[in-house]
């Protein structure tokens, strides 16, 4: 049976780059943090990147907070991905992988994979070249999260959360629970309570996807007030970059 292997990061290097970028190397996941707000100057040239499809999904929904934020996620995820292709980001060639999970070709039987995950103003897109699994969560100081303990955090879970720093204690569990469960396609449903997200290695149950690999899990703040995690099977290292093209 494989495991998961939680660690938090306490200091991140959010790193600039420009022009082409190298692919991910089997040991690394990149990480692009986008700030939604800053971005909104983009809109028209973003939009003009995406599909009708894309257009006509983002377009859907009701609020404009929620349409102009799909337009600079989908967007900026093209022009990220596209440049790691050395690819035109309106031509990329998306394929559904395990579970429907979306990657791309990258020549010489190589594929690029993502996940994006949003909230509140930030975007984290996750890059590697196996699955992976992303979520950030803005950190709620009054949200009541003490109901939905017992339904999907083990005693041993609930015990650290209340222990401490309840607030950021439960958006780290939370977001790994769901960074895992992303990176495996499997959805949440009933597997949060069985997803492990203490601190250190789990042996992993076996109605989890993925339960026959070794899996690390690295937490961190995206910046003040956010939470996220990042799921990538195998031993891997954290490059963290911020958009400035």
Known sequence: M??????????VNWETTAGELALPQQDEVHV??????????????LRKLLTPEEISR???????????RF???RGLQRIVLGKYLNQEPARLNFVLGDNKKPYLPAGDGMELHYNVSHSGNWIMLAVSQDPVGADVEFIDSVFPFDDILPEHFSANEIAYIKSLDKTNLFYKLWTRKEAFLKATGQGLGEHLRDTPSLDGEHELKANLYGAHKDWNQQSFFVADGYMASVAAVGEWWLKAFDINF
Request: glycine share 8%; hydrophobic share 30%; no cysteine.
């Open 32 to 45: 692009w943090r986008i700030q939604i707000s800053a971005n909104i100057y983009r809109l028209d040239d």
């Open 2 to 11: 494989g495991t998961l292997t939680n660690r938090f990061i306490n200091n």
């Open 71 to 73: 337009v600079v996620g």
């Open 58 to 68: 983002g377009d859907k929904y009701h609020q404009l907070k929620d349409r102009q």
